[in-house]
């Protein structure tokens, strides 16, 4: 079975304080994903990334930046956090950008 | 206009009803099509993956594409407590520049003993 694992699934940071989300898959996969989820627009896409190394933008990329510098773990920071990242975010790998495996996500809250 | 779109419901039934539950798209470049069903507080796990017309079955559970009108439906036959949960549909579009994966924004669906 493909494991995708997120470090925390519940994080409480301070607005102004740089986050870093971990996830690690365990399938060799080449792409990665990072969404957040809120109730009302469904998941959207932050970032993905396709090789080691390699990042592309997503629909809302705007506060946060991703590191891919092993092909197993791609991290997502928030450089500075503000109340509206508030949110559920969900890792995911896959083989081929098709079926997506996702990771059991970290429910962010900023103060 | 959304390119995906989904009742969010939520959707309520008694244990053992059937289970219908509906996309439609507005793009007819997607090609692929999935059902992810997501328990609270936990990731989006694949149930059903297709990429022609027609049905797929996989237990109690049935995957229907119809390309022409841009909709499809998952069926969950027999349905069962442990069957509440949110369900979303996912559309890839085949692009050169990489493959673009559309999610509806989900169907809560609760089933009641």
């Known amino acids: 079975d493909v494991k995708v694992t997120q470090s925390s699934r519940y994080l409480v940071k301070r607005t102004g304080e740089k986050v870093f989300l971990e996830c690690v898959q365990d399938m060799d996969h080449e792409n990665m994903f990072w969404y957040r989820q809120d109730p009302g627009l469904g998941l959207r896409l932050i970032y993905f990334s396709y090789d080691v190394k390699m990042k592309e933008k997503g629909d809302i990329p705007e506060g946060y930046s991703v590191s891919r510098e092993k092909k197993e773990r791609f991290s997502l920071i928030l450089e500075s956090a503000s109340t509206n990242q508030t949110s559920m975010y969900l890792c995911?790998?896959?083989?081929?950008?098709?079926?997506?495996?996702f990771g059991s996500g970290t429910q962010l809250s900023v103060l | 206009q959304k390119e995906v779109e989904q009742d969010p419901g939520p959707l309520s039934v008694p244990e053992g009803a059937i289970v219908s539950l509906n996309c439609t798209y507005s793009?007819?470049?997607?090609?692929?099509f999935m059902w992810y069903r997501q328990y609270s507080r936990k990731g989006p796990e694949l149930l059903m993956y297709t990429y022609s017309s027609g049905n797929k079955e996989d237990g109690r559970f049935t995957a229907q594409v119809d390309k022409s009108s841009k909709y499809i439906s998952l069926f969950i036959r027999d349905s069962q407590p442990s069957d509440s949960a949110t369900y979303l549909c996912a559309m890839i579009m085949i692009k050169a520049a990489g493959n673009k994966l559309t999610f509806g924004g989900g169907t809560r669906v609760l089933v009641k003993p």
């Open positions: 995911a790998s896959s083989p081929l950008r098709e079926k997506l495996f």
């Open positions: 793009n007819s470049a997607f090609q692929y």
